[in-house]
């Protein structure tokens, strides 16, 4: 086998220290998705499918089942009872594991933002400093310095949408 030039090799370090340990548990959580008890190659639902799965209860799913088994000639064409019954135990069985899922992408999140919370902090105190220090001689040299961090210290603006132009008619002779 020959090795294609200029082809980046595995890092020999990692980007960071934590790095190694959030690989490790993508790599988890992505087996665990692989894994999943869902179709091989599922289509996306469209917004319009997921509000009508969202918006139907189990009650419903249920009380359709006891229809098509009460008039199997009437609903029996248009659903399975064993069908929407499933949909129902899948529901309540794995509502259970979404409700964990979210859980732990709350408490990364949290986790993230205390880390950045304290380094935001520090992060204002020095460019504090860094105004005072700009105003003496020996501060020229990282006044530029000074000016990209109040820059980036700035709540980006939001755009204005154009105002849509007035269509001017021409008026009759």
Do not use: C, W
């Not at 009460?70 to 979404?98: H, K, N, Q, S």
């Not at 105190?125 to 000016?147: L, Q, S």
């Not at 132009?165 to 008026?171: D, L, M, N, R, S």
């Amino acid at each position: 086998m020959t090795q294609i030039p200029d082809t980046p090799g595995p890092a020999s370090e990692p980007a960071n220290k934590f790095t190694p340990d959030a690989q490790e548990r993508m790599a988890r959580l992505r087996t665990m998705a692989a894994e999943f008890p869902d179709e091989a190659a599922p289509k996306p639902l469209t917004s319009a499918e997921l509000r009508l799965a969202r918006s139907t209860s189990a009650a419903t799913l249920e009380n359709a089942a006891v229809f098509v088994e009460a008039a199997p000639t009437v609903g029996g064409g248009v659903a399975d009872a064993v069908e929407l019954r499933d949909a129902i135990a899948f529901e309540l069985a794995y509502g259970g594991v979404r409700d964990e899922a979210r859980a732990l992408a709350r408490r990364v999140d949290q986790a993230i933002l205390r880390r950045k919370l304290k380094a935001a902090k520090a992060a204002r105190g020095v460019y504090r400093v860094a105004k005072g220090f700009v105003t003496v001689d020996a501060g020229d040299a990282v006044r530029p310095h000074v000016t990209e961090l109040k820059r980036s210290l700035r709540p980006r603006r939001r755009r204005k949408n154009d105002a849509v132009p007035e269509v001017q008619i021409a008026a009759k002779k």
